[in-house]
T-cell receptor, first 109, second 115 residues
Framework: KQEVTQIPAALSVPEGENLVLNCSFT??????LQWFRQDPGKGLTSLLL?????REQTSGRLNASLDKSSGRSTLYIAASQPGDSATYLC????????FGTGTLLAVQP | DTGVSQDPRHKITKRGQNVTFRCDPI?????LYWYRQTLGQGPEFLTY????????KSRLLSDRFSAERPKGSFSTLEIQRTEQGDSAMYLC?????????????FGNGTRLTVT
């Protein structure tokens, strides 16, 4: 059974810091891995999608990597801003998305 | 592309009542998913449809829950005899016809509060 774990559960950093969020999964038979952002009380916004054959994807200040063999992904956020404060969720795709429990990020001004 | 639409945004109901939520996927997305999310947790899979066929149901989906997608377009999720434990955000997502290698698109969810 596929299980997805995210570490840390919560993170608080001062504005301007670079930070890394971690995601691990137990079964490497995935189509892809997605990182989402969720603001309080809102739906999910897709940030990055990495296909199983890819190693990383970049969008602006965000960079996501995927090591399928070890069952790990990281989301790197450069030069964090208070507007980055949200919950970040990773999810792996089998025949459906299986989510981790998320990392609650607070960027202090 | 108007995005995935969910209605209502919020629903407050008394324990024991029935509720129904609606999801309108992005046009021509043949896969539609329902998820449930409680506070501090990631979304949990409930069920999904390919066109009008319901292909998988989670064990989370008790016999009080039923989902339909009668014409392969919009979908409804009904909860009968609601319980306080049903209080959660119910999220709908759809998938383009290109298949599982493309992103899932989520709606803004329906927040259910059972009093």
């Amino acid at each position: 059974k596929q299980e997805v774990t995210q570490i840390p559960a919560a993170l608080s950093v001062p504005e301007g810091e670079n930070l890394v969020l971690n995601c691990s999964f137990t079964d490497s038979a995935i189509y892809n891995l997605q990182w989402f952002r969720q603001d309080p009380g809102k739906g999910l916004t897709s940030l990055l999608l990495i296909q199983s054959s890819q190693r990383e994807q970049t969008s602006g200040r965000l960079n996501a990597s995927l090591d399928k063999s070890s069952g790990r992904s990281t989301l790197y956020i450069a030069a964090s801003q208070p507007g980055d404060s949200a919950t970040y969720l990773c999810a792996v795709t089998t025949n459906k998305l299986i989510f981790g429990t998320g990392t609650l990020l607070a960027v202090q001004p | 592309d108007t995005g995935v639409s969910q209605d209502p945004r919020h629903k407050i109901t008394k324990r024991g009542q029935n509720v129904t939520f609606r999801c309108d996927p992005i046009s021509e997305h043949n896969r539609l998913y329902w998820y449930r999310q409680t506070l501090g947790q990631g979304p949990e899979f409930l069920t999904y449809f390919q066109n009008e066929a319901q292909l998988e149901k989670s064990r989370l989906l008790s016999d009080r829950f039923s989902a339909e997608r009668p014409k392969g377009s919009f979908s409804t999720l009904e909860i009968q005899r609601t319980e306080q434990g049903d209080s959660a955000m119910y999220l709908c997502a759809s998938h383009p016809v290109r298949g599982l290698r493309s992103p899932l698109h989520f709606g803004n969810g329906t927040r259910l509060t059972v009093t």
